[in-house]
């Protein structure tokens, strides 16, 4: 318990600053040890989910590795891709993407057939919300991007389209760390991709919002610099003036 607490306090600053602020307090140095055990938990969880995801991917790939303690996850992995015809395309395995039309890129985990289609798969080792959120904006996105080709020659075009892949349809192969479990789960890519375009519009809104305070606080900034006080300000600039000090100054309300 006390190495979890101090592997927690070494993770979360926000935590060492409350034992610092909280000396006297022993109900909230309580409260701040359970924090601290959560968080070597949480960062725990996930540095094996890290590992049994690069054990699966070295399995695709065909290598030959020492699976030890998770060798049950990796022969529940196997068996329910097996049972599912699910085929892994070891060619497009860990595949860098982007998709230009919304200025966004990642990597998906693998490219799969199953009964003759190719579709996006993505590996998850931990809790999964296969609904219509993230995760089907996600793989959309992916299905609808083009891979990198692993060139650094500027002179040549460095993305293709992916071939053949389903647009309508994704795989999450869910395989929680030590549950000796996996199971399949397609999600609706159509509604994925809808929600990857209203996320991108939502952020090309905020984006012209910062850009106009951004411009708006130059402007007020070249006034105050020409004016001999701020009182020179027109009133009826009064509301920008402030919106712009707050951007100058970092302020939020």
Request: aromatic share 4%; with cysteine.
């Given at each position: 318990a006390c190495r979890m607490t101090a592997i927690g306090l070494s993770e979360r600053q926000d935590l060492r600053a409350l034992v610092a602020a909280s000396?006297?307090?022993?109900?909230?140095?309580?409260?701040?040890?359970?924090?601290?055990k959560e968080a070597a938990r949480s960062g725990a969880g996930a540095n094996i989910g890290t590992a049994l995801h690069s054990m699966?991917?070295?399995?695709?790939a065909g290598l030959e590795t020492e699976f030890g303690e998770f060798a049950a996850d990796i022969e529940a992995y196997r068996a329910t891709l097996a049972?599912?015809?699910?085929e892994i395309l070891p060619d497009?395995?860990?595949t860098i993407v982007r998709v230009p039309g919304l200025n966004v890129a990642g990597t998906f985990d693998r490219r799969v057939r199953v009964n003759g289609k190719t579709y996006v798969a993505d590996l998850k080792t931990g809790s999964i919300d296969y609904g219509f959120t993230a995760i089907p904006a996600q793989l959309a996105?992916?299905?609808r991007g083009q891979a990198w080709t692993g060139s650094y020659d500027l002179a040549e075009d460095r993305y293709v389209d992916l071939p053949d892949v389903d647009q309508e349809r994704g795989l999450i192969i869910?395989?929680?760390a030590n549950q000796a479990t996996c199971t399949l789960h397609w999600v609706d890519l159509l509604a994925g991709w809808e929600f990857a375009q209203l996320c991108?519009?939502?952020r090309e809104v905020r984006k012209r919002k910062a850009e106009a305070l951004e411009a708006e606080r130059d402007a007020i900034m070249r006034?105050?610099?020409?004016?001999?006080?701020?009182?020179?300000?027109?009133?009826?600039?009064?509301?920008?003036?402030?919106?712009?000090?707050?951007?100058v100054t970092g302020v939020r309300e």
């Open positions: 000396k006297d307090d022993k109900n909230a140095l309580n409260r701040i040890v359970d924090q601290a699966c991917e070295q399995l695709d049972a599912n015809g699910v497009w395995m860990e996105c992916y299905s869910h395989l929680p991108h519009q939502v006034q105050l610099r020409d004016s001999e006080n701020s009182e020179s300000l027109h009133e009826g600039r009064a509301d920008a003036f402030l919106e712009a000090l707050k951007l």
